[in-house]
């Protein structure tokens, strides 16, 4: 096993510890930044590494698009190619075939699809997800997953799961196969489906962690299928139910969310790892996400308004003293400025409630520290941003 997870302290189902990985150890719960095209938008390695990131996500589908694996192989792989030093993940395309329903076709030996940037017909099986996340080198890959829309029949939830386990051990014998050939350090996770069916993602929990091909196994298990247009409190009920019922000796991983809310909620039923491109795409929205909920910057209330985002923010905008006066002016303006503020000040948000809540699971303090960033958040929506 490449990737191990150390706990240190637990606190009710949360729990805090170590990631340990080729590229170092990450402290989780941890917070990934979502670096689609090798780059988190707008921002330097240093920049996010400023932010406590870790470990970040490089997104598999358009990577293999474009400039294509054997071209990030041929720089290095992306730790290299893109000057990020730490840890990192690439998910398997299987999101992208979802939210490319319309462009995409899935059959039993994967997804076929037109290329949003030329048209040209691609092909993703679960052996062609693990060969080019070996050729861009993360430090995990994820299976090929199929992930059902909120709110599917249960039939359909169980066909996802179904094919997904399917899909898991050819991607397990493809890991396999690789490394007789030519053995590297990268874990895998596989990807627990089942919608907010709680029976359903238990059953394929339990599934995907006795899943063995000829002694290889999942490093971590995730839970996908999450954030796609089921409400938001049927998520975090099930992740309550189910969560801290995942193997325990491997990271859980919940993908692709989300608010901070979430990672509250989430954290507390027992979740390692999380990302989600909402900080840095709010951000170019406009959007500053602070702990007393969303300040919309563009709104006329800031035009003459000294202060930063957030006096006790650490990071450069507010450490720096930009003022909302002054942010909203970029932002209107256009300036390029402000959507790298805007986007440093919320990944510094994130960064700071993971290890926070990391401090007060040592101390035993979780479900204080939970209620009081709630109780914030609570209040600044009923004020409004």
């Known amino acids: 096993m490449s990737v191990t997870l150390t706990i240190d302290a637990e606190d009710g189902h949360a729990r805090t510890g170590s990631l340990n990985t080729p590229h170092g150890d990450v402290p989780v719960p941890t917070f990934m930044p979502v670096g689609t095209q090798g780059s988190v938008k707008g921002l330097s390695p240093d920049e996010v590494a400023a932010t406590g990131a870790r470990v970040v996500l490089g997104n598999t589908y358009h990577l293999w698009l474009r400039p294509g694996a054997e071209v990030v192989a041929g720089q290095g792989g992306l730790h290299r190619f893109s000057r990020w030093p730490h ?230 905008a507010c450490r720096g003293g930009y003022s909302r006066s002054y942010l909203r002016h970029l932002f209107i303006a256009g300036e390029m400025l402000a959507l790298r503020l805007l986007s440093l000040h919320n990944l510094h948000l994130y960064g700071e409630l993971v290890a926070g809540a990391r401090a007060a699971i040592r101390a035993g303090a979780f479900a204080s520290f939970q209620r009081s960033w709630l109780d914030r958040l609570e209040a600044g929506e009923r004020e409004g941003g």
């Open 87 to 316: 840890a990192m993940l690439t998910d398997s395309g299987g999101f992208q075939a979802f939210s490319l329903a319309k462009m995409c076709k899935r059959d039993d030996d994967g997804f076929e699809f037109r290329s949003h940037l030329d048209g040209r017909r691609c092909r993703l099986s679960p052996e062609e997800a693990v060969r080019v996340q070996r050729l861009i080198g993360a430090d995990i890959q994820m299976q090929l997953d199929v992930c059902p829309p909120g709110g599917s029949a249960r039939p359909v939830l169980r066909e996802a799961c179904s094919v997904t386990t399917a899909w898991g051990r050819r991607c397990l014998e493809a890991r396999v196969r690789a490394d007789e050939a030519s053995p590297i350090a990268q874990a895998m996770f596989g990807i627990v489906q089942g919608g907010t069916d709680v029976a359903l993602r238990l059953e394929h929990a339990a599934e995907l962690a006795s899943l063995e091909v000829r002694g290889a196994r999942f490093d971590g298990l995730a839970l996908g299928g999450f954030s796609v247009g089921e409400p938001i409190p049927a998520m975090h009920e099930v992740l309550g139910a189910i969560a801290h019922r995942v193997d325990p000796t491997r990271p859980r991983y919940l993908m692709g969310v989300g608010t901070p809310r979430d990672l509250l909620v989430a954290i507390g039923a027992g979740v390692d790892m999380f990302d989600c491109v909402l900080p840095t795409r709010n951000a170019r929205n406009g959007q500053a996400l602070t702990r007393d909920g969303k300040l919309v910057i563009k709104n006329a209330r800031w035009k003459d308004d000294p202060r930063p985002i957030d006096e006790a923010c650490g990071c450069p």
